[in-house]
């Protein structure tokens, strides 16, 4: 059975799902319990399962991420809400030294199948200490895998697989996706970490896209559909692994590519991301890789100067004009 739902009600209902098939599996975060977190998304859990389960924790990233590591090297499967992306920061030493170092430190011998679920991005007025884009700081990480779903059902497919994977998964979500709908089914499924989507098939150039970017891309490509301007739409899904091969078949066909991404300009995923392509399409593109990004900026609170900051359909827009008129 399939039915609209919204993205948030799509991970409220894998986690369900999940914790009834797998009592192993249990959440912890600031306010996920009563209060259902910070955006709705655990509303309701805490009456279906005890707080054993649904645990409401002290501010303390720091306490929240060992005692999630602590309890996957015990053979538990716990899925941590970070309230804001922003705050991964403070645990980052226990997340890039520890979970994503133990399995390889101790042989084999030892994993931690943790999940870390956490909202990202701007576009709501919440400033520069709760709106960054911080993924792309993790790619130089080994043992993490890194999921930006960029739909309701993705994400609900992704969040199953992360939460079967042995490995720590940073998982983010963007704030501006929770509300978005779409047809999901009601059954548990999965989608395989590392597999890219084609979301618009296109002939004339690739966007390359992640997260709520996704979501604009598609509509400038159904905009400029109607001037005989085929995009063709790409979603990692997933930035580590990367699934390369589907990205660079894109760009081998259309022989031009724009890449855009919500993080800033200076270190984003898309600077790794580019220099893949140009290794291995540099011949059959037509003119160079173009980035659309956040500026190199923090994010400001006021409302037009956020928007100036963040990318829109308008810029996504300027680059596909602009490198279609090019040439090499």
């Known amino acids: 059975m399939t039915r609209e739902i919204s993205y948030a009600e799509a991970v409220r209902e894998c986690l369900r799902q999940q914790m009834k098939a797998d009592d192993k599996i249990f959440m912890l975060g600031e306010d996920v319990g009563l209060y259902g977190g910070a955006f709705g998304v655990s509303v309701g859990l805490i009456s279906e399962f005890d707080s054993e389960r649904i645990m409401d924790t002290p501010i303390s990233e720091q306490g929240i991420v060992g005692l999630a590591i602590g309890a996957a090297l015990m053979g538990m499967r716990p899925v941590v809400e970070i309230m804001f992306s922003d705050f991964i920061m403070l645990p980052l030493e226990q997340i890039a030294n520890q979970a994503a170092k ?3 430190m101790f ?4 994993k931690v199948p943790m999940v870390i679920r956490t909202p990202g991005g701007g576009g709501i007025g919440l400033a520069a200490q709760h709106s960054q884009s911080i993924e792309g700081i993790f790619l130089g990480f080994p043992g993490l895998k890194i999921v930006l779903p960029s739909s309701a059902y993705d994400v609900k497919g992704l969040l199953a697989s992360s939460i079967k994977d042995d490995n720590p998964v940073l998982f983010f979500e963007h704030k501006l996706l929770y509300q978005t709908k779409e047809d999901v089914p009601e059954k548990p499924y999965e989608i395989e970490i590392g597999k890219a989507h084609i979301k618009r098939q296109g002939s004339d150039i690739s966007v390359v896209a992640t ?3 996704v979501q604009k891309s598609l509509k400038v490509a159904q905009k400029l559909e109607s001037e005989g301007i085929s995009v063709e739409v790409v979603d990692p899904r997933t930035i580590k ?3 390369i091969d589907t990205i660079t078949d894109s760009v081998k066909k259309t022989g031009k590519a724009v890449l855009v991404e ?17 290794k291995h399409c540099f011949d059959w593109l037509d003119a160079p890789v ?4 956040s500026l190199d900026c923090p994010i400001p609170y006021e409302h037009n100067l956020e928007n100036v900051v963040i990318p829109d359909e308008a810029k996504i827009e300027k680059a596909i004009r602009e490198l279609l008129a090019k040439r090499i």
Do not use: N, Q, W
């Open 290 to 293: 173009v980035r659309v990004t």
């Open 241 to 243: 692994p990367l699934d």
């Open 102 to 104: 133990i399995h390889y």
């Open 211 to 213: 997260s709520y970017m």
């Open 107 to 110: 042989g084999g011998k030892a």
């Open 262 to 278: 919500e993080a800033c300009y200076t270190g984003g995923f898309t600077c790794f991301l580019a220099s893949e392509i140009m």
